[in-house]
């Protein structure tokens, strides 16, 4: 049976997967080996479990690398020469990136196969398409992808029939929505490229009152969702930063020092951008469903990772009837789309019933009991077996329902940048001090930044608004009226409350640890045909409480990847403020270690984020 090594490299979340004629067999991200976030080197670690995933006897027949490096060349050097003389770092990070593109990468590919001919490469916005629509169950599918920029593309919209995939349109660099949003990311004083997320956090603070401002200087928006940036204000293009000295007088105040408290004029700034991006993305979504003829739209590319954007075309996009998101949506998931384009040009056939099921993302490495436990002794920790499913459920319910904070490591790691179960943080959702107990003192991260549920689906409606089927962690849904207990933003203000943690804590309801300031959470559905056992738990823990949810937050700690081995996930729980750790069928507690086990939480220096 042939089989295709995707490899994504050199730029952003470097990863591997591998995919055969029925199913993806395997895809990680390198940074959980390396432990470096976000790693953009080769893949070796990566490649290396994807080869062990392989059936015995089987090899590898191609390789498909996620971009067209002499596109991306091409692009590159014409940027660089239409800025010089002014632009010296564009050049020297052009110089970097061709040397890479021309020496390391063929390197290491030939590395992998030694005939030339194995080698494919995939367009990258191309590649993201084929992540959405093959994955899906749509036989026929509208694909937007969306993210900064691929080899020229910014924004391209696809149609899906079968198993082709046909390009309608497309905005191309320097005109970008990702890097428009990674630019206001950078002014409200959060890293670009890993702080996105802190934006979306942010936004439900705030008034999104720049909205016209921006429509009016910044972008040109057309009702189709055609755009142009208006590249005064920007820098991505000519230097290092995003931004330029104009775009902090076009808003009256300078970029925000990472160090500053956050105002609330950054606050109005995030929602206001947030609300921008919901309208583009919205206009695009519906141009695309009616260029392909369609009411099913798939979604790729790093923008189809905001979630609020996601939930705002569910609710307004007319004729949009099917919605599937590629998990990994960014370029970690362009490694599986290549893989799957090579795989369908190899044998002009892709499986239509399903096609390639996703498998909930659990697509990364599994360990066994004997890993575990090898990996327990060498950590001096004190541990206890338990043999039975039933009886191992019921510890871990009697330590959630006990208010303990637990890391839970079990079966295949998640693809992609959201913890799912397998490699998760859980906890009670109701006490009104978890979210600060978790963020504080366990993620040693911001207090004001939300928390997301998982939740049993057929709870699902009887707690939260439309939509309420999100499996990846990719929309977000408003907790229902009844469950509130804390004031509106609004009120609050006129209360007088205005900073980010008295508001954080005021606006309260059932489930404080995992709502945010407007009453929304990024949900993840969890129903009996999960692949792990947290359909079990949380069914256990909905029986002993009354409670369907959980508070769910990747395994790690700020500035670091998600824990992908055993010895990871030991080393997260020695050095935080973690009070179980439920590591496959083994459970240590922090209360049962020696002194010097407990001496150590808090001492370690984590690296921001």
Same mark, same amino acid.
């Given at each position: 049976m042939r089989s295709v090594l995707g490899v994504s490299a050199l730029f952003h979340d470097s990863t591997a997967c591998i995919v055969d004629q029925n199913s993806i067999l395997a895809a990680a991200q390198e940074e959980r080996f390396t432990r470096l976030k976000g790693d953009h080197t080769f893949p070796k670690n990566s490649i290396d479990y994807c080869m062990r995933m392989l059936p015995s006897g089987s090899s590898i027949d191609a390789i498909a690398y996620y971009e067209n490096p002499q596109t991306k060349m091409a692009r590159i050097l014409e940027n660089a020469r239409a800025q010089f003389p002014t632009g010296a770092p564009i050049w020297k990070q052009s110089l970097?990136?061709? /040397?890479e593109l021309n020496q390391t990468l063929p390197q290491h590919l030939l590395g992998i196969v030694e005939n030339p001919d194995k080698i494919f490469f995939v367009g990258h916005h191309r590649s993201h398409a084929a992540?959405?629509?093959?994955? /899906?169950q749509y036989t026929d599918a509208a694909v937007l992808v969306v993210d900064g920029v691929g080899e020229w593309s910014t924004t391209?919209?696809?149609?899906?029939?079968g198993n082709t995939l046909t390009p309608i349109k497309e905005i191309k660099f320097p005109h970008s929505i990702g890097l428009l949003y990674s630019a206001f990311t950078q002014y409200c004083g959060f890293k670009v490229n890993s702080g996105e997320y802190k934006m979306m956090g942010l936004a439900p603070f705030g008034d999104p009152k720049f909205v016209n401002k921006i429509l009016d200087e910044m972008i040109d928006l057309k009702p189709d969702g055609a755009f142009r940036l208006n590249l005064k204000y920007f820098n991505f293009h000519r230097g290092l930063d995003s931004i330029s000295p104009l775009f902090g007088m076009l808003f009256g105040q300078r970029k925000r020092d990472p160090d500053e408290p956050i105002s609330r004029h950054f606050m109005d700034i995030a929602a206001s951008i947030q609300a921008v991006t919901n309208l583009i993305m919205a206009s695009l979504a519906e141009e695309a469903l009616k260029s392909a003829e369609t009411n099913n739209l798939c979604m790729a590319g790093g923008v189809a990772l905001n979630c609020v954007a996601n939930s705002f075309i569910t609710n307004t996009v007319p004729n949009l009837e099917n919605l599937w998101?590629?998990?990994?949506?960014?370029?970690a998931g362009g490694a599986l789309g290549a893989a799957l384009v090579v795989q369908n040009r190899l044998t002009g056939h892709i499986p239509m019933s399903p096609r390639f099921p996703m498998r909930g993302s659990y697509l990364g490495p599994n360990y066994t009991d004997a890993d575990i436990e090898a990996a327990l002794?060498?950590?001096?920790?004190?541990?206890?077996k338990i043999e039975s499913e039933t009886d191992l459920l019921d510890s871990l319910v009697s330590h959630l329902q006990s208010g303990k904070i637990m890391g839970h490591f079990d079966g295949r790691m998640e693809f992609g940048p959201r913890a799912l179960g397998n490699r998760s943080i859980l906890a009670d959702p109701r006490p009104k001090d978890m979210l600060n107990r978790v963020n504080l003192g366990t993620k040693f991260r911001e207090g004001w930044r939300p928390f997301a549920p998982m939740i049993l689906a057929s709870e699902t409606e009887t707690y939260f608004e439309s939509p309420t089927s999100s499996d990846y962690m990719l929309l977000t849904s408003s907790l229902k009226k009844e469950y509130r207990d804390g004031k509106p933003l609004d009120i609050l203000r006129s209360e007088g409350v205005d900073t980010l943690v008295d508001l954080q804590s005021s606006s309260t309801s059932a489930f404080s640890a995992v709502t945010h300031v407007d009453f929304t959470s990024r949900l993840q559905t969890v129903s009996a045909q999960s692949e792990t056992r947290m359909f079990q738990l949380l069914t256990k823990f909905h029986e002993a409480t009354g409670c369907p949810l959980l508070l769910n937050t990747s395994f790690n700690v700020r500035g670091e990847p998600i824990v992908c081995s055993p010895d990871d996930a030991i080393a997260c729980f020695m050095n935080m403020n973690m009070d179980v750790l439920a590591i496959g069928n083994f459970v240590v507690t922090k209360e049962g270690q020696p002194a010097w086990v407990k001496s150590k939480v808090g001492k370690k220096k984590f690296n921001a984020d």
């Open positions: 970097r990136t061709i /040397s992540s959405a629509f093959y994955p /899906s391209t919209m696809w149609k899906g029939s998101i590629q998990p990994a949506a960014g370029d002794k060498r950590s001096e920790l004190n541990y206890n």
